[in-house]
C-alpha cells in the first residue's frame, strides 16, 4: 500500500534500482505511446513511402502532412495548388495520412481516367452528398456503374435537339434583361443575369419546371441552391468543420439547418407530380406529349428518367431526385462561370470578338431567327473561343481519383500503389508551356483542327475525360453557344479590365475574384469587312 501511494505522488520512486519521479515516468510513457505511434504510422503508410521517396512535393510535417499549405483565403489555396502542380512529373502530397500523387501529363491522364481500378472520387466527394446525395457525380463506384450505364444513351441528340426552344427562349429573355444596361458607362457584372438564363434553362430541362428567375420571381430552390453550394465550398476549407455532427451544429448555429430541405422541396414535388401523369398517361395508353400550354410537351430528362424505371430500372423516389439535382448543380454555375468568362475574353479582345460576330453574321446574316442546332455546329470559331476559355479557365479545379488496386503510369513506369488519391488539375493542366505556348494569354487558334490534331486529346480536360467524365457536356457547349451567339447577335461588348488584371479564386468551382464587369452597347449588325 505504501509503495503505491508513493508511486501516485511526486516523490521518488523506486524500482530495480532505478529512481523516477512520477512526472520523469509521465514524460518516458508519453514519448514511448508517441514513437510506438509512429512507427505504427510509417509501418500502415510503408508502400507509399517507398513510391514518396522517388518524388519532390511540398514540405510535409508529421501526423498533419501540407495541411497547412491549404489553409487560407481561396486566393491563397489557388497559389499553393500551383505551387504543389509544378510541370509535368508527378508529385507528391501528404494531408494527414492521406497520400496523394499529381498527375499532369497527358499520357498519365489517359491511363488513371480510363482505369477501371480509378473510378472511385474518393471520400472528399461525401461533402457534397448533403446537397447531390449520390447522383453520378458522387455515388460510390457500383452504383455509379449501374445509373451511368442506363442514362448515358438518354444525353443524345435528339433530347438535346427538343430543347432548343428552351435555350433560345432564355437566352431572349436575357437579351430583354440587358436591356437596361445599354448606354449605362459604369460596368455591370455579367454573372447577375447569366446566372439566372442558366438556372432557368437548367430547371427546364432537367425537370420540365419553369423557374423564371429572370423575372424576378422569388425562389426559395434558386436561393437555397445558391445557399447550399456556397455552403458546401466554405466547408472544403474548414476541416473542423468536416465531422457530419460539428457541421450540423454549425448549420444550426448560423440559421442554416434547412437549406438543403428547401433545395430538395420543390425537386420532390415536381417529381410527385410527374409520375402521377405518367401513372394517367399509361392507364389512358396515351403516348402523345402534349402540354396544356403549348402543344407539343418537351420530354425532359426527369421523364427519361420516369421512362427508364417503368422499363425496368427501379430508381426509387430519393435516386430520380438525386440524379436530377446532379444534373442542375452539375449544370448551372459550371456553364454560368463559362459563359461570363467568354464573353469577358471577348470584350479584351476586340479583334477576336470581330471574328466571332462575323462568323455569326455569316450563319444568320442581320435577321434575329432562332437558333437550331444545326446551326450551332457551323458556329466553329465560337467553339474554339468556348474551348479556350475552358483551357485559360476550366470551372472544376481539382479532380479526385482513388485507386482501387495498383496501377502503372507511363511517367518512370512508376507504379501507384492501391489506396493512393489521384489529384488531377485541369487549369495546371492547360497551363504547361510544351502544350500551349504562352499558356496566360488568350488564343482561340490553340484549337483550330491543325492544333487539335498536334496535342494529345488529353491535354484538355475541361470536362474531364475517360468513362467518369462529364455526361452534360455535349448540353454544356450547344447552350452556351446559344447563349453567347444571342448575346453578341444583339450587343458588343466592352470592358476596361486587361488579362492580367484577372484574379482567380478556388472554392467548389474556379471563378474569377473580381466578378465579369463589362459595358454593352447595341450591336452594329453588320461584319467587319463591310465596316471598312
Ligand atoms: C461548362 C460546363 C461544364 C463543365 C466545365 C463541366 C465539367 C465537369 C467535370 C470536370 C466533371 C468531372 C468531375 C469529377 O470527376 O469530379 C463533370 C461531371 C459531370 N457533369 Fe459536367 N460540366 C459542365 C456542364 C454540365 C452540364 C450542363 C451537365 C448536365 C446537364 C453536367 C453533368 C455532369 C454529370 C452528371 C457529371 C458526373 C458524371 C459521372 O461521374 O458519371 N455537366 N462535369
Not at 427538343?162 to 457584372?189: A, C
Not at 417529381?271 to 425532359?300: C, F, P, S, T
Request: glycine content about 4%; hydrophobic content about 35%.
Amino acid at each position: 500500500m505504501e509503495g503505491s501511494h508513493d508511486f501516485s505522488t511526486t516523490s521518488k520512486h523506486s524500482a530495480d534500482g532505478i529512481h523516477m519521479t512520477s512526472t520523469e515516468l509521465t514524460a518516458y510513457t508519453s514519448i514511448s505511446f508517441i514513437v510506438v505511434l509512429w512507427c505504427l504510422h510509417k509501418w500502415n503508410r510503408r508502400h507509399f513511402e517507398r513510391v514518396a521517396l522517388k518524388m519532390t512535393g511540398l514540405s510535409s510535417y508529421p501526423f498533419i502532412g501540407s495541411g497547412l499549405e491549404f489553409i487560407g483565403t481561396p486566393q491563397q489555396v489557388m497559389d499553393s495548388v500551383f505551387k504543389l502542380f509544378n510541370g509535368f512529373e508527378p508529385r507528391k502530397l501528404w494531408l494527414t495520412s492521406y497520400f496523394f500523387v499529381t498527375i499532369s501529363k497527358p499520357e498519365d491522364l489517359q491511363i488513371i481516367l480510363n482505369s477501371s481500378k480509378a473510378l472511385d472520387k474518393s471520400k472528399f466527394y461525401n461533402f457534397f452528398k448533403n446537397t447531390v446525395g449520390e447522383g453520378l457525380f458522387s455515388a460510390p463506384v457500383h452504383k455509379w456503374r449501374q445509373h451511368r450505364r442506363l442514362i448515358a444513351p438518354v444525353f443524345n441528340a435528339n433530347l438535346l435537339d427538343q430543347f432548343f426552344p428552351v435555350f433560345n427562349e432564355k437566352s431572349r429573355i436575357l437579351i430583354e434583361n440587358l436591356k437596361k444596361e445599354l448606354g449605362k458607362t459604369q460596368p455591370f457584372d455579367l454573372s447577375d443575369y447569366i446566372m439566372k438564363t442558366n438556372l432557368d434553362i437548367i430547371c427546364q430541362t432537367a425537370m420540365g419546371y419553369n423557374l423564371d428567375s429572370q423575372s424576378n420571381k422569388e425562389s426559395e430552390f434558386a436561393d437555397a441552391l445558391i445557399k447550399a453550394s456556397e455552403l458546401d465550398s466554405m466547408r472544403i476549407y474548414k476541416p473542423w468543420l468536416y465531422p457530419d455532427i460539428i457541421f450540423s451544429i454549425y448549420r444550426k448555429i448560423m440559421g442554416l439547418q434547412n437549406v438543403y430541405n428547401r433545395l430538395h422541396k420543390l425537386p420532390n414535388q415536381v417529381i410527385r407530380e410527374m409520375k402521377e401523369k405518367h401513372a394517367q398517361k399509361k392507364m389512358q395508353n396515351n403516348n402523345n406529349d402534349i402540354d396544356a400550354n403549348n402543344g407539343k410537351r418537351l420530354k425532359v430528362f426527369l421523364d427519361t428518367l420516369l421512362d427508364l424505371n417503368e422499363a425496368g430500372a427501379n430508381f426509387s423516389d430519393e435516386e430520380i431526385r438525386d440524379e436530377v439535382v446532379t444534373m442542375m448543380i452539375g449544370g448551372s454555375e459550371t456553364s454560368t462561370i463559362t459563359d461570363c468568362f467568354c464573353i469577358l475574353m471577348l470584350a479584351i479582345h476586340p479583334e477576336i470578338q470581330d471574328k466571332v460576330y462575323d462568323e455569326i453574321f455569316e450563319v444568320f446574316g442581320d435577321g434575329d431567327q432562332t437558333i437550331t442546332i444545326e446551326d450551332t455546329t457551323k458556329l466553329v470559331y465560337l467553339e474554339q473561343c468556348i474551348r479556350e476559355t475552358l483551357r485559360l479557365y476550366p470551372t472544376a479545379p481539382l479532380l479526385l481519383r482513388e485507386l482501387q488496386d495498383n496501377v502503372k503510369i507511363h511517367s518512370d513506369n512508376q507504379t501507384l500503389p492501391k489506396g493512393t488519391i489521384c489529384i488531377i488539375s485541369p487549369i495546371c493542366t492547360h497551363h504547361i508551356p510544351e502544350l500551349y505556348p504562352n499558356p496566360w494569354s488568350y488564343n482561340p487558334d490553340n484549337f483550330d483542327a491543325e492544333n487539335v490534331n498536334k496535342r494529345h486529346k488529353y491535354s484538355f480536360i475541361a470536362f474531364s475525360g475517360g468513362p467518369r467524365g462529364c455526361l452534360g457536356y455535349k448540353h454544356a457547349i450547344v447552350s452556351m453557344k446559344v447563349l453567347i451567339s444571342t448575346f453578341l447577335r444583339n450587343y458588343s461588348v466592352h470592358t476596361d479590365i486587361k488579362l492580367s488584371d484577372i484574379k482567380l479564386k478556388l472554392d467548389l468551382l474556379m471563378r474569377s475574384s473580381n466578378g465579369y464587369p463589362v459595358t454593352i452597347r447595341p450591336r452594329d449588325r453588320r461584319p467587319t469587312y463591310k465596316k471598312k
